[in-house]
């Protein structure tokens, strides 16, 4: 199977929602990161649905009704600005990777719902570059068999990486970027996996 290299950017993700269900739930925080560059995207976000959040949520993440409605921003604008700093931090990129853990039934579900919710709106989503989604929670499977638990807190443990703040977007995401270096430090016993997604896919999926 060809491998190829690519001129790319790795997006590090996460959203923290009002419930666990990718389809039904809403998104009330992003947080997004290029990997190992300054440059950053956080904002509270208003629930599209308009539903209150639980007390059970509020408890996990900190996150209030009132917070959103004093500090939360708009969903179709958010995801419009958010849409606009991926365009504006992947100019002349082949591809995008966008890394989250436990994103293919999470993260990647809710991130492509925007995607649909920009287009509806008039918003040329074309213009974006290939996306590749690596999800860390199988590649840790992957890499690291026999663990009792791969969620990113026991990563972070393992890593000895410090968890600040937990379930707030923009400090997961902190947390992940040094999980995913991690990472591609232990794939780099197996092979290069440097800019070059489909290699780590491959990985995943048992194709190599």
């Not at 997006?11 to 269900?21: A, K, R, V, Y």
């Amino acid at each position: 199977m060809k491998h190829y290299s690519y001129i790319m950017s790795i997006i590090i993700l996460d959203f923290e929602t009002s419930g666990l269900n990718p389809y039904h739930e809403d998104i009330i925080e992003i947080g997004a990161k290029i990997y190992k560059k300054d440059k950053a995207f956080e904002s509270l976000v208003q629930p599209k649905s308009n539903r209150a959040i639980s007390k059970k949520i509020t408890d996990i993440t900190g996150i209030s009704n009132k917070i959103l409605r004093d500090s939360g921003k708009n969903y179709f604008n958010v995801c419009s600005e958010f849409y606009n700093w991926i365009l504006e931090n992947t100019k002349e990129q082949d591809n995008i990777t966008i890394v989250s853990h436990n994103g293919n039934s999470f993260d990647f579900i809710f991130f492509k719902r925007i995607l649909i919710d920009l287009k509806e709106g008039g918003i040329d989503i074309t213009k974006l570059p290939e996306i590749i989604y690596i999800d860390t929670l199988p590649l840790s499977k992957r890499l690291y068999p026999g663990r009792t638990y791969y969620s990113q807190p026991s990563l972070a443990k393992t890593f000895q990486i410090l968890l600040i703040n937990a379930h707030r977007a923009m400090n997961d995401v902190l947390v992940l970027e040094q999980i995913y270096s991690r990472l591609l430090t232990d794939l780099s016993k197996h092979f290069d996996p440097n800019n070059n997604p489909t290699m780590i896919l491959d990985y995943i999926e048992l194709k190599m």
